[in-house]
């Protein structure tokens, strides 16, 4: 669980709502965060790969946010062609 949420605060720029422990029969835990929607591009097939293909994803979305000014910049270096 280490690496998911390593890989959700750090490289995703996500936020860690809650972690909430596994329900009934079900040996899975649930970590509800909020993560850039450009950030979880091929995220499905990464956290596969970090859990060993038990984990599973769900999106839903949540709200609109403006960029902050690194995000902004490096959007505007792609769009411009030179990156």
Same mark, same amino acid.
């Given at each position: 669980?280490g690496s998911v949420l390593s890989d959700v605060t750090g490289a995703?720029?996500?936020? !860690?709502?809650? %972690?909430?422990?596994? =329900? ?5 835990? #649930?970590? @509800? =965060?909020?993560?850039? *929607? =450009?950030? *979880?591009?091929?995220? &499905?097939? &990464? *956290?596969? +790969?970090? #859990?060993?293909?038990? &984990?599973? %994803?769900?999106?839903?979305? +949540?709200?609109?946010a403006p960029l902050d000014e690194h995000a902004h910049a490096e *959007? %505007?270096? @792609? @769009?411009?062609?030179? !990156?």
């Amino acid at each position: 669980m280490g690496s998911v949420l390593s890989d959700v605060t750090g490289a995703r720029r996500g936020t !860690v709502l809650a %972690l909430l422990p596994p =329900a009934g029969a079900d040996r899975r835990h #649930t970590v @509800q =965060a909020l993560v850039p *929607l =450009a950030s *979880l591009i091929g995220y &499905a097939g &990464a *956290l596969r +790969s970090q #859990t060993g293909g038990e &984990a599973s %994803l769900s999106l839903e979305l +949540s709200h609109y946010a403006p960029l902050d000014e690194h995000a902004h910049a490096e *959007l %505007l270096m @792609q @769009q411009r062609g030179y !990156v």
